[in-house]
């Protein structure tokens, strides 16, 4: 571009100065441009740095930050990452004292110890008696006149047998007629669990007690096995617990399974597992397949029952062929499958669960701190929430009838400003953020979230289901992936029958060993009724299998 002097521009003409001044603004407003689409990318990019860094919180949060919400409101207090893997170091070992054989309580809530709790706590176990004596020229040398006997001072410890292993050897005795007229008669014995096999109902309910309520994989228990000079492999193991489950225990699964569909109310929930071989195909590195898991709401009149169902896949087929004969309402994290199968279907109604609306915000105010989240939205919609969900708790103890009521009357109010609020809310914020999902989550789940309003049967949450899966999720961990697709409807039924007996408060081990022991004996019956002596709750069960467990 040519500069011009001050004289050059004071001769130049009103036209020649038009034209200079019009490409002058034509160049500012193109270097404004170019400045505006500056400052939105940097603002863009500002604003993915913020995403990120957001997202990298949560994460952080939930791999190695506490997952209980109810520690939000000690986030500044809680273990650091080192902490966690050295716990012995950060408690502070002069304030430690020897438990009491009783029941773990936690730290924050005192109670004033029950006398005679060791002695309750040690009830209905054998004990052996061990005697502390002195010898008679003990007693000779310390009495020369002469002794007698105060009452003894009795203590008790706890002692543990691991591993014991008996062979149980049968005979079958035969008796024969004395004239020799052929008549040969044998003594009854019990059938079988399998046939020319040495598995027995309490071997086998052993194992299957160690993996499915103790975590603990089968190549785990045959290493122990070995030790105690026992060579059982692992293999051996996994089809003795595979056979048993399909030719006996299922037989149990399927009673429940009927049983289940009295309930009004059912949760419903999902985790993933990988899965080696499917339908004889081996799969490299496994197939993600999933565990679905079914429990009910124990109302008046009904028991807990607690049901896995292993399928390939998530489709919606699943959940539609198991609930296919209940009628009611499902509780559920807001997974849109169920969603299908309520419109399908006008007995079946969903339910959505306020703790998922919630979790959301708990984390993002854990991965930034109290502090930092002081007057914020997630701090203002989990107040909010737990306000409600608070309230709710108070009508525990109150009738259907009546919850439903107070319900309409102190909740109806409370639920609309929620939502009122959440959608001003969501205006305003980036909907991409954690936040914006977290209140489209809200907004998107609300016809589901309201359903309790208007059933006093239904609950705020579904975290009957996430505390039934738990269990699944340890043992996961443990053995990692799942050998075969036989194996994973095998885990199903067994995982189905151990957390419904954790349920109905009975001894897991017990309960199988008896199960084990009991339907060998009627695998000929034609009439299956005998099964409901062999149902949890039932007297037969309560009074074999007692659990030393006790809810605090």
Same mark, same amino acid.
């Given at each position: 571009?040519?500069? #011009?002097?001050?004289?050059?521009?004071?001769?130049?003409?009103?036209?020649? #100065?038009?034209?200079?001044?019009?490409?002058?603004?034509?160049?500012?407003?193109?270097?404004?441009?170019?400045?505006?689409?500056?400052?939105?990318?940097?603002?863009?990019?500002?604003?993915?740095?913020?995403?990120?860094?957001?997202?990298?919180?949560?994460?952080?949060?939930?791999?190695?930050?506490?997952?209980?919400?109810?520690?939000?409101?000690?986030?500044?207090?809680?273990?650091?990452?080192?902490?966690?893997?050295?716990?012995?170091?950060?408690?502070?070992?002069?304030?430690?004292?020897? !438990?009491?054989?009783?029941?773990?309580?936690?730290?924050?809530?005192?109670?004033?110890?029950?006398?005679?709790?060791?002695?309750?706590?040690?009830?209905?176990?054998?004990?052996?008696?061990?005697?502390?004596?002195?010898?008679?020229?003990?007693?000779?040398?310390?009495?020369?006149?002469?002794?007698?006997?105060?009452?003894?001072?009795?203590?008790?410890?706890?002692?543990?047998?691991?591993?014991?292993?008996?062979?149980?050897?049968?005979?079958?005795?035969?008796?024969?007629?004395?004239?020799?007229?052929?008549?040969?008669?044998?003594?009854?014995?019990?059938?079988?669990?399998?046939?020319?096999?040495?598995?027995? !109902?309490? #071997?086998?309910?052993?194992?299957?007690?160690?993996?499915?309520?103790?975590?603990?994989?089968?190549?785990?228990? +045959?290493?122990?096995?070995?030790?105690?000079?026992?060579?059982?492999?692992?293999?051996?193991?996994?089809?003795?617990?595979?056979?048993?489950?399909?030719?006996?225990?299922?037989?149990?699964?399927?009673?429940?399974?009927?049983?289940?569909?009295?309930?009004?109310?059912?949760?419903?929930?999902e985790s993933p597992v990988k899965v080696m071989q499917i339908d004889?195909?081996?799969?490299?590195?496994?197939?993600?397949?999933?565990?679905?898991?079914?429990?009910?709401?124990?109302?008046?009149?009904?028991?807990?029952?607690?049901?896995?169902?292993?399928?390939?896949?998530?489709? +919606?087929?699943?959940?539609?062929?198991?609930?296919?004969?209940?009628?009611?309402?499902?509780?559920?994290?807001?997974?849109?499958?169920?969603?299908?199968?309520?419109?399908?279907?006008? @007995?079946?109604?969903?339910?959505?669960?306020?703790?998922?609306?919630?979790?959301?915000?708990?984390?993002?105010?854990?991965?930034?701190?109290?502090?930092?989240?002081?007057?914020?939205?997630?701090?203002?919609?989990?107040?909010?929430?737990?306000?409600?969900?608070?309230? @709710?708790?108070?009508?525990?103890?109150?009738?259907?009838?009546?919850?439903?009521?107070?319900?309409?009357?102190?909740?109806?109010?409370?639920?609309? /400003?929620?939502?009122?609020? /959440?959608?001003?809310?969501?205006?305003?914020?980036?909907?991409?953020?954690?936040?914006?999902? /977290?209140?489209?989550?809200?907004?998107?789940?609300?016809?589901?979230?309201?359903?309790?309003?208007?059933?006093?049967?239904?609950?705020? @949450?579904?975290?009957?289901?996430?505390? /039934?899966?738990?269990?699944?999720?340890?043992?996961?961990?443990?053995?990692?992936?799942?050998?075969?697709?036989?194996?994973?409807?095998?885990?199903?039924?067994?995982?189905?029958?151990?957390?419904?007996?954790?349920?109905?408060?009975?001894?897991?081990?017990?309960?199988?060993?008896?199960?084990?022991?009991?339907? !060998?004996?009627?695998? @000929?019956?034609?009439?299956?009724?005998?099964?409901?002596?062999?149902?949890?709750?039932? !007297?037969?069960?309560?009074?074999?299998?007692?659990?030393?467990?006790?809810?605090?």
């Open positions: 571009m040519i500069q #011009l002097s001050d004289e050059q521009l004071n001769n130049l003409g009103k036209e020649a #100065l038009v034209v200079i001044v019009s490409s002058l603004q034509d160049q500012l407003l193109a270097l404004q441009s170019q400045l505006d689409h500056a400052n939105a990318q940097l603002s863009d990019n500002n604003r993915q740095i913020e995403l990120l860094t957001e997202q990298i919180r949560i994460m952080n949060q939930r791999f190695f930050g506490r997952r209980s919400e109810a520690s939000v409101s000690e986030i500044n207090g809680q273990l650091s990452l080192f902490d966690s893997f050295n716990e012995a170091e950060y408690l502070k070992q002069d304030s430690l004292k020897e !438990p009491e054989i009783t029941e773990v309580i936690i730290p924050s809530y005192h109670r004033k110890k029950t006398v005679g709790k060791r002695e309750s706590d040690l009830s209905g176990l054998p004990a052996r008696i061990i005697e502390h004596t002195l010898s008679d020229e003990e007693l000779a040398a310390r009495f020369p006149d002469g002794y007698k006997e105060l009452p003894e001072e009795i203590y008790k410890r706890l002692h543990i047998i691991p591993e014991t292993f008996i062979v149980d050897e049968h005979h079958v005795h035969v008796y024969a007629s004395r004239n020799n007229d052929g008549t040969i008669l044998k003594a009854p014995r019990p059938k079988d669990l399998f046939r020319n096999s040495i598995a027995t !109902p309490a #071997l086998v309910a052993s194992i299957i007690n160690g993996k499915y309520t103790n975590a603990l994989p089968l190549e785990r228990q +045959s290493k122990t096995f070995k030790t105690n000079g026992i060579q059982l492999s692992s293999n051996t193991m996994a089809n003795w617990v595979i056979k048993s489950t399909d030719v006996y225990l299922s037989l149990i699964y399927d009673r429940l399974h009927e049983m289940i569909y009295d309930s009004k109310v059912i949760h419903a929930d004889h195909a081996k799969i490299k590195n496994g197939k993600k397949t999933y565990m679905w898991v079914y429990r009910n709401r124990p109302l008046r009149g009904t028991h807990p029952i607690v049901l896995f169902d292993w399928q390939p896949s998530r489709h +919606s087929e699943h959940p539609r062929e198991f609930l296919k004969t209940f009628s009611g309402t499902v509780i559920t994290d807001g997974y849109q499958v169920y969603h299908k199968l309520a419109k399908e279907r006008r @007995d079946l109604k969903v339910a959505g669960c306020w703790v998922h609306a919630r979790r959301p915000f708990a984390e993002f105010i854990k991965s930034v701190g109290q502090d930092t989240a002081r007057g914020s939205i997630a701090q203002e919609a989990y107040r909010m929430i737990t306000e409600i969900m608070h309230i @709710d708790n108070t009508f525990d103890d109150l009738s259907v009838t009546d919850r439903k009521k107070q319900r309409q009357l102190v909740l109806l109010e409370k639920v609309d /400003a929620y939502f009122a609020w /959440a959608k001003q809310k969501y205006s305003q914020v980036t909907h991409n953020s954690t936040i914006g999902k /977290a209140l489209a989550y809200s907004i998107n789940q609300e016809e589901y979230l309201r359903v309790f309003l208007s059933d006093g049967n239904v609950p705020m @949450d579904n975290n009957y289901t996430e505390q /039934a899966i738990r269990p699944f999720t340890i043992g996961r961990k443990n053995f990692v992936l799942i050998e075969s697709s036989n194996g994973a409807k095998a885990s199903a039924i067994l995982y189905s029958l151990v957390e419904t007996a954790k349920a109905n408060m009975i001894n897991t081990f017990e309960y199988f060993n008896l199960l084990l022991t009991e339907i !060998p004996q009627h695998m @000929d019956d034609k009439d299956l009724r005998f099964l409901d002596d062999l149902l949890p709750w039932s !007297p037969k069960v309560q009074k074999e299998c007692p659990s030393k467990y006790k809810k605090s």
